[in-house]
Each structure stands twice: as C-alpha cells, then as structure tokens.
Nanobody, 124 residues
Framework: QVQLVESGGGLVQAGGSLRLSCAASGITFSTHTMGWFRQAPGKDREFVAAIRWTGGYTYYADSVKGRFTCSRDNAKNTVYLQMNSLKPEDTAVYYC?????????????????WGQGTQVTVSS
C-alpha cells in the first residue's frame, strides 16, 4: 500500500520559513519523480515544485521561484520543501505527490499517488 505522509505545516508570520517533509512508503522512492502542489481556499490545486528521481533537476512555479527549495533524500524515502520569505498568499494546504515518470510535471494528471496534505498558514 502506497503512503505519502506530509508534515511540517503550521502557522507562521509573513517573512518566516517552514520546511515541509513528505515520507513515502510502498513505492520504489528513488525511481519516482516527486512533486508538491497546493490548494488555497476557493481555488484550484496548483503546482509548486517537482524534483526528478536523482534529485539533480528541480522545477518551480514562478510564484515560488527563489523562495522555495525542493530536495530529496532517497535513503530516507523523503522529499522536502523548504519555504522561505513566506507570504500570506502562500497560505494553502500543501500536498506531495509521486509520479512513476517525468512527464508534464506541472499537471496533476502526471502523478500517480498523493498525500493527504498539510496546512500552511501565513499571517500578515
């Protein structure tokens, strides 16, 4: 059974930082592309970041580029999202997802497995 479990969300002031983690089980983690998405209240879920299975290539949404860093530790089956300089508009539920291939990684359809999400709230 595949499980993706996010953690690290919480309440932070604008300008602060959080690090999200996503622990995977039930998949061969080192062969999966990992992605982060988020969904704000009343909005569609949107792509945030993705990292290739080797960790050598990452891709970010323009809205987070330069502030967020996605990394992975294949020995721990965990992917991270370091979020710095947080803004109120970053408030959302953050989801991690796993894809068996590096496809159109900005779309939800590219991903095969999803976590339950973790809430991030940024106060102004």
């Amino acid at each position: 059974q595949v499980q993706l479990v996010e953690s690290g969300g919480g309440l932070v002031q604008a300008g602060g930082s959080l690090r999200l983690s996503c622990a995977a089980s039930g998949i061969t983690f080192s062969t999966h592309t990992m992605g982060w998405f988020r969904q704000a209240p009343g909005k569609d879920r949107e792509f945030v970041a993705a990292i290739r299975w080797t960790g050598g290539y990452t891709y970010y949404a323009d809205s987070v580029k330069g502030r967020f860093t996605c990394s992975r530790d294949n020995a721990k089956n965990t992917v991270y999202l370091q979020m710095n300089s947080l803004k109120p508009e970053d408030t959302a539920v953050y989801y991690c997802a796993a894809a068996r291939r590096w496809g159109v990684i900005i779309t939800e359809d590219a991903y095969d497995y999803w976590g339950q999400g973790t809430q991030v709230t940024v106060s102004s």
